[in-house]
């Protein structure tokens, strides 16, 4: 069985198409990182060495710190590296590293609030007894402090700064803590500790039993939702622009291609010309269905107004039919509940129910019933291939 992670039930979540090609067909992307990935990764390299070193009696000053930084990135800097945001350099990057470092440095120094216990810790969290669902990751820095307190420390390069809502969701240092309790018996309390870097604070939150047993739930669910899935669909999002599977998938791949072209080649490009030409032609229908709808609308107003039922033209009559219906409300309109519990009272429900197909359809993509349910209601639909066209302006370059 395979072991999962944090970061693997995460890429299924965030695209099942990509977690296809990552980790089941094991296919080698042609990006090989971006550059956010880069300076996050030497500013981890930096902070691990700072640590390891006072594991060893040794404190490196901040100008150390800051000349081991610049050596690994020099040495670790490769061509392959994708700057997406094209309006910053690689070295608008570098500096932001260096700012994360001193920035940490300066709040935190002279790092005795605990002691070190493991730099870049492999832990493994069983989420059952049989064994069937494991789970590993690394933790940046486990810690101990006074007490039997343990402190499970994330560092963060990224340029958002969730709110605690969001954190306290958040799945990562939650199994690492479970991986903790399990392996250290003098576990007293475990914090969980983010260093968002960019914003030079830290966030500190704990996590109750009841949170945690929760979660280690949720998780197996999730990895069973991974196991049973037959389809991966692609799922566009902003992550799009800095995935390395760009060029393989089916919503960026033509975009991608197009991308690199000169002007001259992009107008010529077969795909591109087709868009145009239906993009032409559904500005025109959008004008001409403006104007249909202000002369229906003049013709109903004169056929009230003149109490006659069909107006003449030179080539065309306009005959204009009206009745007068009922309409109840929606299912999620005011009354709806009303309506139905009447209904049901007055013994006409069977009358009036009706299976919702297009729901049962969206609920079969992912069915929470047992798999015999599922594959028993499968067996009474058919298989339909649906094709749609939407038109989705594309942004101004730059925005």
């Given at each position: 069985m395979p072991i999962y992670s944090h970061s693997r039930i995460s890429c299924f979540g965030n695209c099942p198409f990509k977690y296809k090609l990552k980790y089941i067909d094991k296919v080698q992307p042609e990006i090989e990182q971006t550059i956010e990935a880069f300076m996050g990764s030497v500013v981890h390299a930096t902070l691990e060495k700072l640590y390891r070193d006072l594991r060893f009696q040794k404190l490196n000053t901040l100008d150390e710190m800051l000349a081991f930084y610049n050596e690994l990135w020099k040495k670790d800097w490769n061509p392959g590296v994708l700057v997406v945001r094209e309006d910053?350099?690689?070295?608008?990057?570098?500096?932001?590293?260096?700012?994360?470092?001193?920035?940490?440095?300066?709040?935190?120094?002279?790092?005795?609030?605990?002691?070190?216990?493991?730099?870049e810790q492999r832990v493994k969290v069983d989420l059952d007894s049989g064994g069937r669902y494991v789970l590993q990751g690394y933790i940046d820095r486990l810690a101990w402090?006074?007490?039997?307190?343990?402190?499970?420390?994330?560092?963060?390069?990224?340029?958002?700064?969730?709110?605690?809502?969001?954190?306290?969701d958040d799945r990562q240092l939650a199994l690492y803590a479970l991986a903790v309790m399990n392996s250290y018996p003098n576990v007293e309390?475990?914090?969980?500790?983010?260093?968002?870097?960019?914003?030079?604070?830290?966030?500190?939150?704990?996590?109750?039993?009841?949170?945690?047993?929760?979660?280690?739930?949720?998780?197996?669910?999730?990895?069973?939702?991974?196991?049973?899935?037959?389809?991966?669909?692609?799922?566009?999002?902003?992550l799009c622009d800095w995935c390395?599977?760009?060029?393989?998938?089916?919503?960026?791949?033509?975009?991608?291609?197009?991308?690199?072209?000169?002007l001259d080649k992009f107008l010529r490009e077969p795909g591109v010309k087709l868009v145009n030409r239906y993009a032409e032609l559904v500005e025109k229908k959008g004008e001409l269905e403006k104007e249909m709808e202000k002369a229906r609308d003049a013709i109903f107003q004169f056929s009230r107004e003149n109490g006659v039922s069909v107006v003449a033209g030179s080539g065309y009559n306009a005959k204009v039919w009206r009745s007068e219906k009922l309409k109840f409300?929606?299912?999620?309109?005011?009354?709806?509940?009303?309506?139905?519990?009447?209904?049901?009272?007055?013994?006409?429900?069977k009358d009036v129910a009706a299976l919702d197909t297009f729901l049962l359809s969206k609920m079969m993509e992912n069915p929470p019933w047992p798999r015999e349910i599922a594959k028993a209601v499968e067996k009474f639909g058919r298989k339909d291939v649906i094709e749609r066209l939407y038109l989705r302006k594309r942004e101004a370059d730059g925005e």
């Open positions: 910053y350099t690689p070295e608008n990057y570098r500096l932001m590293g260096e700012g994360y470092i001193r920035s940490f440095y300066e709040r935190h120094h002279p790092f005795d609030s605990s002691k070190t216990v493991g730099l402090a006074d007490g039997g307190v343990y402190e499970i420390h994330d560092y963060k390069t990224s340029n958002s700064l969730p709110l605690n809502e969001y954190l306290a309390k475990i914090k969980l500790v983010w260093h968002f870097l960019s914003f030079n604070q830290d966030v500190v939150l704990e996590k109750t039993p009841q949170e945690l047993e929760k979660l280690r739930l949720e998780t197996i669910e999730s990895i069973k939702k991974i196991e049973s899935s037959r389809e991966f669909p692609t799922k566009a999002s902003s390395e599977f760009r060029r393989m998938c089916p919503e960026w791949a033509h975009v991608a291609k197009t991308e690199a072209l000169t409300p929606g299912k999620d309109e005011e009354g709806r509940r009303e309506l139905e519990d009447f209904l049901q009272k007055a013994g006409l429900w």
